[in-house]
């Protein structure tokens, strides 16, 4: 089975700092992505980035960069120069390659508030 | 263009009430997912189209839950005699082909579920 744990229900933070978001999962697949979704309060869960495992560079959008660590078996969000909009609730996610296996694994979430 | 959407924007019920859940898919995704996002816990996979194939439905928590996929476009999410505990937002996605989870799931703004 897999599981995915983000041990930080709420954090905060500057605008314009940084933050990182943390979150580890658990898994005895080889191979797999890993997502990181936003969820603002308008409910729509947005995709922010995503790594696939077998890639060892880390993933990068603009702002968002990825800590991926395979073998710790630990995928971290930054955010850089953080802003007003970034406010939501993160949720990090794992899923499977094998086709028909589709459905997402998600952490129970870190609410991200940036103060002006 | 269009991106998913879900019918009603809110619902409540009264317990041992039926209810239907709609979603419509973004135009030309084959697979459609059906999660459930309880008060302060991360996003539980609940059932999978995927074409005319039969569905995943290894998610739904009882059999009071049901799902259906009419011509591989709209989906309704059916909850029989409804219960205090299935109050909570019911996410619908959809993704461009079933294979794996490297598909970027698309997802709709939610149902938010109330039993009284």
């Known amino acids: 089975a897999q599981t995915v744990t983000q041990s930080q229900p709420e954090m905060s933070v500057q605008e314009a700092e940084t933050v990182t978001l943390s979150c580890t999962y658990d898994t005895s697949e080889s191979n797999y992505y890993l997502f990181w979704y936003k969820q603002p309060p308008s409910r729509q869960m947005i995709l922010v980035i995503r790594?696939?495992?077998?890639?060892?560079q880390n993933a990068t959008e603009n702002r968002f960069s990825v800590n991926f660590q395979k073998a710790a078996k630990s995928f971290s969000l930054k955010i850089s120069d953080s802003q007003l909009g970034d406010t939501a609730m993160y949720f990090c996610?794992?899923?499977?390659?094998?086709?028909?296996?589709?459905?997402?694994?998600f952490g129970t979430g870190t609410r991200l508030t940036v103060i002006p | 263009g269009a991106g998913v959407s879900q019918s009603p924007s809110n619902k409540v019920t009264e317990k041992g009430k039926d209810v239907e859940l709609r979603c419509d898919p973004i135009s030309g995704h084959t697979a459609l997912y059906w999660y459930r996002q309880s008060l302060g816990q991360g996003l539980e996979f609940l059932i999978y189209f995927q074409g005319n194939s039969a569905p995943d439905k290894s998610g739904l928590p009882s059999d009071r839950f049901s799902a259906e996929r009419t011509g591989g476009s709209v989906s309704t999410l059916t909850i029989q005699r409804t219960q205090q505990e299935d109050s909570a937002v019911y996410l619908c996605?959809?993704?461009?082909?079933?294979?794996?989870?490297?598909?970027?799931?698309?997802f709709g703004p939610g149902t938010r579920l109330t039993v009284l």
């Open positions: 790594q696939e495992a077998y890639k060892q």
């Open positions: 996605a959809s993704s461009l082909s079933g294979q794996g989870a490297g598909n970027e799931q698309f």
């Open positions: 996610a794992f899923g499977k390659i094998k086709t028909g296996a589709n459905n997402l694994f």
